[in-house]
């Protein structure tokens, strides 16, 4: 009998392992956003590749936001931006509903775990912005038509004084994500979508941490079962508290 032998992984192209080597540099050289990076012709020097190599490793990090290159100036450190992910997310969630409501999983379970931390920081002229929110929902809410825009809002509104752009950033990210690929899946109706956020801002009215996580649990859980394709339970669906109603 034959003794086992690890099966061998094949190693990754050229270009991939250039692509880490220059990632590498950059935080080894503490290069920072904006800063230029060495010619094709030094860097493939360092690396020991060919030009084409590094050619080929410089046009992918460009493709996922890590350099830009400059016209007749040569290629820079850029600033770090979830657009390049935002290009590939859509296409990915296209694929199939779980992908949708893994992605709105992670939203609800983000927001439901800062929500504390957002209502000890949140300021008279951000809940006053909410409520001009809510008014603008309401209204477009009365004739049918949905709200995205002020969907976007809201929810910025109430994690904006946590003072962390990331966060922020990546909210946005889900939120455009989430919307290319899932209104033709969802059934809820506008009203019932301006009284879940409604909801939202009552609970974090209150002052009560627990009672804000379940108002963006419920919030999210109306949409999941959408989704799905089952019957939402849409607690508390009747008209918006007086805290809150325009």
Same mark, same amino acid.
């Given at each position: 009998?034959?003794?086992?032998?690890?099966?061998?992984?094949? /190693?990754?192209?050229? &270009?991939?392992?250039?692509?880490?080597?220059?990632?590498?540099?950059?935080?080894?050289?503490? =290069?920072?956003?904006?800063?230029?990076?060495?010619?094709?012709?030094? =860097?493939?020097?360092?690396?020991?590749?060919?030009?084409?190599?590094?050619?080929?490793? +410089?046009?992918? =990090?460009?493709?996922?936001?890590?350099?830009?290159?400059?016209?007749?100036?040569?290629?820079?450190?850029? !600033?770090? #931006?979830?657009?390049?992910?935002?290009? *590939?997310?859509?296409?990915?969630?296209?694929?199939?509903?779980?992908? +949708?409501?893994?992605?709105?999983?992670?939203?609800?379970?983000?927001?439901?775990?800062?929500? /504390?931390?957002?209502?000890? +920081?949140? #300021?008279?002229?951000?809940?006053?912005?909410?409520? !001009? +929110?809510?008014?603008?929902?309401?209204? $477009?809410?009365?004739?049918?038509?949905?709200?995205?825009?002020?969907?976007?809002?809201? *929810?910025?509104?109430?994690?904006?004084?946590?003072?962390?752009?990331? =966060?922020?950033?990546?909210?946005?990210?889900?939120?455009?994500?989430? &919307? *290319?690929?899932?209104?033709?899946?969802?059934?809820?109706?506008?009203?019932?979508?301006?009284? /879940?956020?409604?909801?939202?801002?009552?609970?974090? $009215?209150?002052?009560?941490?627990?009672?804000?996580?379940?108002?963006? *649990?419920? &919030?999210?859980?109306?949409?999941?079962?959408?989704?799905?394709?089952?019957?939402?339970?849409?607690?508390?669906?009747?008209?918006?508290?007086?805290?809150?109603?325009?």
């Amino acid at each position: 009998m034959e003794p086992a032998f690890r099966r061998l992984e094949s /190693a990754p192209p050229l &270009h991939k392992t250039v692509q880490q080597e220059i990632r590498n540099y950059i935080i080894k050289q503490g =290069l920072r956003p904006g800063d230029p990076l060495k010619p094709e012709s030094e =860097l493939a020097r360092i690396f020991g590749v060919s030009r084409n190599s590094v050619r080929e490793a +410089v046009k992918a =990090l460009e493709s996922t936001g890590v350099l830009e290159t400059r016209r007749g100036s040569g290629v820079y450190v850029r !600033e770090f #931006s979830f657009a390049p992910l935002l290009d *590939h997310l859509p296409y990915a969630l296209m694929q199939g509903r779980r992908a +949708v409501s893994e992605l709105l999983a992670l939203r609800k379970a983000l927001e439901a775990a800062l929500i /504390a931390d957002a209502m000890r +920081v949140v #300021s008279d002229s951000s809940i006053a912005a909410m409520r !001009e +929110v809510l008014a603008e929902m309401y209204t $477009l809410a009365e004739q049918g038509q949905p709200f995205p825009e002020q969907d976007r809002r809201f *929810h910025r509104l109430l994690f904006a004084d946590l003072g962390n752009e990331m =966060l922020l950033s990546l909210f946005d990210l889900f939120w455009l994500a989430f &919307h *290319h690929a899932a209104p033709p899946l969802l059934g809820r109706t506008p009203m019932k979508a301006y009284q /879940a956020h409604a909801r939202i801002l009552d609970a974090v $009215l209150t002052g009560d941490p627990e009672q804000a996580r379940d108002a963006v *649990h419920e &919030h999210y859980i109306g949409i999941e079962c959408r989704l799905s394709g089952e019957d939402s339970p849409e607690a508390g669906a009747g008209a918006a508290t007086e805290a809150t109603a325009p």
